[in-house]
Every structure is written in structure tokens, then in C-alpha cells.
């Protein structure tokens, strides 16, 4: 059975009608034309669409089994992270690393090979993975693991869906005593400044810095870094512990319209920057956070994507190699401040290596170094910057997040990812997947 | 009405996506859950997740509503008597093929009226021999307020099915048991998929199923959506010169 809808990703923008049926009820179907598996849709971009067939996670939702003295479990890929969380919190798990929305399912970040603000010393989800079950092109299903379809392993990690449609999967949960995170907030009144204290704290289980991408000379990138450590039982004030795992749920708000395209403006942005940048000074130290507000605190804003109006938004997510990342940083900065398109949310992260622990990848994204995350109201103008960001991120051998991406040109994409993507196409080539799955994204980037 | 804590529930027809969302709320209260279905094998993804999402006792049984014959030795077979059962079973059938022969017209109206009649008349009279308060819960259908050229031998089944369940409740009141009927309109679920269902009267499961159970615990007769109760008012009303030449 099938349905029609209009999707996009995150960003709103591009979107498409497309032919919708669900993974899972039936898979006679795999071989009479192309499809790409979808979640919860919170990639940014094109890279959950197909228009003739888009497969939803929507029925592939147990849990299939866990066991309590290792943390492991096994699910069907189309769970989401808050389910895990609703279920395993209250028992004292959590996930080993987790994106900044917890309405992601766990075969999209498998996909998409997330980061958390743990990546410095936990690495992305793709090293925490035991294995999964991908449903490949000839219609059979493959256990894929590092001992076993390797290569499939390897690829299907930050493969974007490209490789297969992941039915199920194996990880470990972490133990945690509580559900509370000691935050600590240190203001950083210029880049160089935020790059130092990131750097110092590298032994902190989570680091991110928030960036005033509006704020010019001397100031240019002031920040408010942003470490965190799981709080123990013993950390716990009567307050808290009276609610150990933090689960009295927050009071959502939800953007109840779409705002009027110019809401967002010059003017709107820096006031906001500049608003929170203070607001961050009074709060410097160290508070006690629910694990909500501190790992997704824009989940509280359900549909906060309609802030950016009918027109829609692109996130620009790139990474830079270390020894390059001040120089990178500075020139993406320069060029952001000086087009007078700001963004509300920049978001700066120190990376750690690629595989820590986990396989080598194709694709995944992560490299050791800063990324650097913001966003743009979509417009002709904010487009051309983001061409122009793109050289700069060349430049200095950095690479732009596929998860995020919804504009990038094919030849960008082979200069930023070089001979992995030939490795990654062969692999597809060679799997039969070329011909299977296709998203308008690896039809864009000539994937 | 509040049944004892962590007391069985019984779903006959678990296999549907009404019957499981069902589940779902009552084994978060802590209630164990029997899931009872035609094939018990594909039942066991779902207990293992009731399980491990609820930390409660889950069991699967086979129970096939076209074989009344096997019902007493079914709820004789139960580990423990349930304190609520509720039955999801259904079957929408095809239309011309139903209205037109009598295989197809007997298994329509076997699957949702003479199989669920009976199956819950024999629950009642064990449920209402426990010293405990004890519920009966039948979903039935708007498709059974009026016939309708499109679905009339299922509505057909499912009017019956409700006036089966008014007279049971009648039967059994100032007991404890209570019977509910519960006549869902459009619920987004497998037997509705493919259907160009309107946005403001379709349900999602899980919140159908919230419904249900609060509806339930507030000891209401018949739970019925506000929006479809109005609706199907002004069906119901429509004089039969009228209706007979409408097209829906």
C-alpha cells in the first residue's frame, strides 16, 4: 500500500511529492525501482527523498532484546532515541553518544554516523555499533559487523542509506548514576580564546561552544563554551535527587505557525546574538541540567524549523582538519560576518579522530578537528555564501556533513571526500545498491 | 474503574494495530499482558518489546475467532484468569465480494459479530466469577451506525456486534464487571492503509488507544470520539428517501 506526501528534510527546503510506503510490511517489492529509507525525517536536506519510493521506519519500532550486566541492546532500526531514553533512563542507561535531537532513529544515525558532544573522546555512533541487519539489493538480508560483511560494514556507516535499508541493530548502553548533567559555562571573548579552553578540556566527557557568528574585529567569534559531566548520585542535591533521573518532562512549546520570511533578519539576528552572548556571561559556572535541556534543548521547541518561514533554511555543518582549524575557522567567520547574514544558532565542536574504536569509513564525516554548524534562511543570497563557504572549507581540507547538506554540487563533494567516494561508489557498484537505492541527494552529488 | 494492579489483560485479535497500541498503555500501568491472536508466532516480536519496554509478564496465545469450538478450553488454558479482555478482532472483508456470496458474507460477519459475540460472552462469565472488578471491552465500529453501499456487510456485522455488547452490559449490571464498546472512526492503522483517510477525523493508534483506556478507567459505557459521535449524528438523521441517494 502506498501514499503520497510532500517531504523534505529538517531545513524544509528542497521538497518534493513523493511515493511513501512503509519498510518492513512488505519487501517483495525491493527490486521493481529504486527507493531510500526514511526515519523521522530530521536529516536537513534531500538525502531521505525519493519521489518514487520512500520507505518509512514508522513499523520497524521494538525493541528486541536487552541484557542489563552488558547494556546490550537490540532493536529494530526505526526505534528513536527517545524511546531508548524513556525506557532505559529510569533503569540507569544512556546512549553512548547521542545527536543534538533526540527524535532521530537509531538506523538514521547509523546512516548519517552522527557526533555527539562527546566525539573528542567517544567518537560517533559507528563506534559504539556491534552490527546490523541490511536488506541489500538482491533482496537478502546481511548480519554486517567488523568480523563479518566488513566491507558493507564499513560503508553503510555515514552511507546516507546508500548501501542497503538497515532493519536492525546491536549497541551497548552506557550506565549512568543519574539523568542530571553538571554543566559549566565559560565565556570566551574571542575564537582564538574558545579554541584554547576547548583544547584544555579535552579530558571532559562533553564539550560545545555556542559562536556569536555576528560579532566582528577583536570579538570575532566570542563564544560561550559549554563543558558537561555526567552527574553521580553523590553530586545530587535533595532537589534533584528526589527526581534521580530527571524525567519529569519538560513543558514543550511548539511553533504554533509558520513565521513570516522576514522575522529573520539582520537586525533580529544580532539582537539575539547579542542577547544571549550576555545572558551567557550571568551564567557562567557550573548548574545542575536535565539531560532534555542539556542534550536537546531545542526539542522543546517542537517544530522550531518554522521560525525560518515557508522558504525554509539550510544548516551549513563543515569540518576542518586540526592544524588547520583556527586558519579555516577565522576565514569562515570573516565571510559569514561580512555578508550581514547571521546566524542564530553556531555551534562549534573539537572533533577527535575518525575511528575510535569502530571501522574505518567511507563516507562518515567526522575528522579530527573543529566543525563548525549554522544556520541560514534559505535566499539566493545565503546560497551564494554557502558556495563561497565551501571553497573556504576546500581551502583547508575540510568537508561538509551529507546529513546537513541539501545544496552542495557534485564536484564540491568529490574534492571534499576524494578517493572515498570512488571507494564508496565501487562498493555500491559492486553490491548491485547503485541501481536499488537512491536519494535525491546521491542523485545531486552523483553518488 | 480501576483493575487490581498488574493484573492480566486479555487482547483477543492482538495481532492489529488498535489491539498492540492497547497494550501498550495498559502494560505501562504495570498490567501483564496476554496477547491472543490466530498466529502466536507473530505475536512474539511484539510481547518481547511489551517486555522489555514495560518490565511486565507477557504471554502469547493461539486464538482463532472463526473456531468457537476451541473457546472454553481457550480461556480454561490461560495461566491466570485476566481481569480485562478485549477484543480488536475484526475484518473488514471486500464488499462485492461479501455482499454476493455466502462463503464470504459468513466469514464477514463470523469475524466480526458471531466469533467476538461469543468469545466475550464466555470472558464475562468467567471474568464476572473473580471477586474483583473486572472489564469487558468490544471494539466495534461507526461502520455499524448505518448501512452504507460501500461497507453495509461489515457494517452490518458491526451493528450487530454493538447491540450485542449493549445487551451484555445490561446483563451484567451492579456487578463488577463492566462493559464497554468502544466504535472507533478512522484510526491510522494497517486495515486503513492505502485509504485517503480525512486528517481531522483520523486518529493516530497510539493516541486512539490513550483514549480508550482512559474512557475505561472513567467507567464510560461506550467510547466514542466526539467528532465521529456528531458526524454519525447527522448521518443517522438523515431521512432514508435522502440517504438512498446519496454517494458516499
Redesign the interface.
Known sequence: ???EAELSGWGRWPRYRCRVE?LG?DRTGLGKAASIARGLGRSYGDSAINQQRTLTSDRLN?????DPDTGMLVLEAGVSIGDIIA?FLPRGYFLPVTPGTKFVTVGGMIASDVHGKNHHGAGSFGDHLEWFDLLCADGNERRCSAGENSALFKATIGGMGLTGHILRAGFKLMPVETGWIEEETIPARSLEHAIELMEQNLDRTYSVAWIDCVARGDSLGRSLVYLGEHAALADLAAKQRADRYASKARRGKRVPLDFPNWALNAYSVRAFNELYYRTGLRKAGKALVGWDSYFYPLDAITEWNRIYGSRGFVQYQCALPLEQSTKGLFGLLEEITASGLGSFLAVLKRLGPQSQGGPERLLSFPLEGYTLALDFPRSDKSLALMDRLDQITLKYHGRVYLAKDSRMSQQTFEAMYGEQVDAFRRARRETGASDAFQSMQSGRLGI | MTLATGKPVLLLGAGSDIAMAIAHVLAGQGHAIQLAGRDPDRLK??A??LK??HQVAVSTHRFDVLEPETFVSFFDGLDEVPHAVISAVGLMGDQDASSGDVDQLKLVIDSNFTGPALALEFAAKKLSGLDADTAIVGISSVAGDRGRKKNYVYGSAKAGFTQYLSGLRQKYHGTRLHVMTVKPGFVKT?MT??MDLPGPLTTEPAAFAKNVVAALQAKKHVYYDLRWRALMGVIKAVPEPIFARLKF
Open positions: 500500500m502506498t501514499s512503509s510490511v521494538r525493541f528486541i532484546s536487552f525506557t | 516480536a511484539d518481547e518489546d522489555i519496554r494497517a492503509e492505502g
